[in-house]
């Protein structure tokens, strides 16, 4: 006998009477702002190594999101990835049983319009074209990952079991908490909390801090899961770390995203500064790859070769990839510092994390996503976002203060506790899909309300 869905929202004001479809029927839908996989699932041709095979075409979160996909294919009646904007619309079965449908709908359509009710005319249409291609497919659970009021309403006219697992606290909500809306837009977020409130089953936030800026917003605490995509270990703790004065050997440490574009042009130019001032740099590059293993690609760091070629520091950088989180925290801990020249879409990024667990100092830029947990000379030292020339002195700061580098290695601890995360995305999904006593049990222990991020608040 398959596992079957509850049949009532326990959460809200009223209870939402839901139709009991066994786990062996469900149709899960997964809907996504903005994800076209269907190239890159042209050219799988071993289902058993998927994440090796498309490491170099997509993003970890992509391969995350497909990987589990693929799994949970075989456990429902079908399962499909929508994304709410794409440049056409399409609708494709694959071979690994995941179908791939867009909406033909772009950002773009609604931000041009030369009047008021051409923008609302255009807009209303995006709207209707969102809810027939979706209603198409007949879900009976939806995994909601953006802001769609459209098809939050559709999903509550039709009762379908909907869970909501966001990857950023949506805009509206935001400018709600920054008192910036009109009164339209007021109107239309308070729909969208009253939506979230009594019809959705969980509201998940990427990690601690956007949650708790979604408890903020006016959605209910009892029913908010901070979740990550993944969850490093340790077997054993490491030690607090110390610095010895007029150290001339640097590591220095970056783990994220190797492509153009993710801060590391900044980090090689930072790196020939402090070569020039006469320290024995070694830069090792990471790549982050959420608990996979999978070899670098070729053509993923052809650039980054290229580059540190033409540097002429070849001899002072090394790149890595393929580290399980266990081989990761080691290098980081050997490192002198982990250095954070531009956030990743992780929240928190690995590196900072892994630093943290570590307890390896942090020189990291002042991007405002990353304000909410480092704080300059507590338990960071952070440097203007762009300027290779400040990170490198705030480099040599650090690295020529031994009571404020080992004050930073002992601040990791606090930190850390408010950046744990429990519940994986994957995790939180495959609970409330099971709906046995103890999946419901396990969502509950994770909740805002359960008392295990109180000092993150």
């Not at 190239?39 to 998927?50: G, I, K, T």
């Not at 992509?62 to 994304?83: G, K, N, Y």
């Not at 250095?339 to 002042?366: E, F, K, N, W, Y």
């Not at 103890?438 to 295990?452: F, I, K, V």
Request: net charge neutral.
């Amino acid at each position: 006998m398959g596992l079957s869905i509850f049949k009532t929202n326990i959460l809200g004001s009223r209870a939402v009477q839901l139709p009991e479809i066994p786990l062996s029927a469900a149709r899960l839908l997964i809907v996504l702002k903005h994800a076209d996989y269907r190239q890159a699932l042209s050219s799988v041709f071993m289902p058993e190594d998927l994440y090796g095979q498309l490491s170099g075409q997509l993003s970890p979160v992509d391969l995350h999101i497909l990987t589990a996909a693929v799994r949970w294919s075989t456990q429902v009646q079908e399962i499909a990835i929508f994304s709410c904007q794409s440049s056409v619309a399409y609708s494709e079965s694959t071979y690994l049983k995941v179908r791939l449908f867009g909406s033909g709908v772009e950002e773009s359509e609604s931000t041009i319009p030369s009047s008021a009710l051409t923008r609302k005319k255009q807009h209303l249409k995006a709207e209707r074209q969102l809810v027939k291609q979706v209603s198409e497919f007949c879900p009976t659970h939806m995994v909601m990952c953006t802001e769609s009021l459209p098809l939050l309403s559709w999903a509550k006219r039709n009762k379908i079991r909907t869970i909501a697992l966001l990857f950023d606290c949506p805009a509206s909500l935001q400018k709600r908490l920054q008192q910036q809306l009109s009164l339209a837009q007021r109107w239309r977020s308070g729909r969208l909390i009253n939506q979230l409130n009594k019809y959705v089953d969980w509201v998940g936030g990427h990690g601690i801090l956007a949650s708790l800026r979604i408890e903020e917003s006016g959605i209910a605490s009892q029913k908010i899961i901070p979740w990550e995509w993944s969850q490093p270990t340790l077997a054993e703790p490491y030690p607090y770390k110390e610095i010895p004065m007029q150290k001339v050997g640097i590591e220095l440490i970056y783990i994220g995203p190797l492509e153009a574009g993710s801060g590391i042009d900044d980090l090689l130019e930072a790196t020939i500064r402090l070569h020039k001032n006469g320290y024995r740099i070694s830069l090792q590059l990471i790549r982050d790859t959420l608990n996979q293993t999978s070899p670098v690609d070729s053509e993923e760091t052809a650039w980054l070769e290229k580059r540190v070629q033409a540097l002429g520091i070849a001899e002072l950088v090394n790149v890595w990839a393929g580290l399980s989180p266990e081989q990761m925290l080691a290098r980081v801990h050997a490192a002198d510092l982990a250095v954070i020249p531009q956030p990743s879409r992780a929240d928190p990024p690995l590196g900072v994390t892994l630093a943290m667990a570590a307890h390896t100092p942090i020189v990291a830029c002042d991007h405002p996503s990353l304000e909410s947990y480092l704080y300059h000379n507590a338990n960071a030292v952070i440097f203007p976002t762009g300027n290779p020339r400040s990170m490198a002195h705030r480099i040599e700061r650090v690295i020529g203060q031994p009571a404020l580098y080992a004050q930073l290695s002992e601040a990791s601890d606090l930190t850390l506790d408010k950046l744990k995360v429990p519940a994986r995305w994957d995790e939180l999904i495959e609970c409330w899909l099971g709906d046995r006593p103890y999946d419901r049990q396990r969502l509950a222990d994770l909740a805002l309300t359960s008392g295990r991020y109180d000092s993150a608040s």
